[in-house]
Nanobody
Framework: QVQIVESGGGEVQPGGSLRLSCVFSGSLIGVHVMGWYRQAPGKQRELVASAANNGTINYADSIKGRFFIIREGAKKTVSLLMNSLKPEDTASYYC?????????WGQGTQVTVSS
């Protein structure tokens, strides 16, 4: 049974840092993508960063240079290092794993940036 477990959310002051982690328990065959999305209240869910096992990495323009994605294939984990956090980064963050036409989502973890 496929399971995604996320951890690492919380509340931080502007300028602070957080690390999100995601562990995937299912099988991964061939090319697959692990990534993070976020959704703020009243807004659509958007891609933050993704990393494929073929080396392709994508970042949203709004977080380039501040957030970094780390994929550990053998452990089937993906982490998001978030630095210089801003109030506009406040959102629920979701891990997504895509493989062979299937998308698997985590339950989400809240990140709140507030003074």
């Amino acid at each position: 049974q496929v399971q995604i477990v996320e951890s690492g959310g919380g509340e931080v002051q502007p300028g602070g840092s957080l690390r999100l982690s995601c562990v995937f328990s299912g099988s991964l065959i061939g090319v697959h993508v692990m990534g993070w999305y976020r959704q703020a209240p009243g807004k659509q869910r958007e891609l933050v960063a993704s990393a494929a096992n073929n080396g392709t990495i994508n970042y949203a323009d709004s977080i380039k240079g501040r957030f970094f994605i780390i994929r550990e294939g053998a452990k089937k984990t993906v982490s998001l290092l978030m630095n210089s956090l801003k109030p506009e980064d406040t959102a629920s963050y979701y891990c997504k794993v895509s493989n062979r036409g299937n998308d698997y989502w985590g339950q989400g973890t809240q990140v709140t940036v507030s003074s």
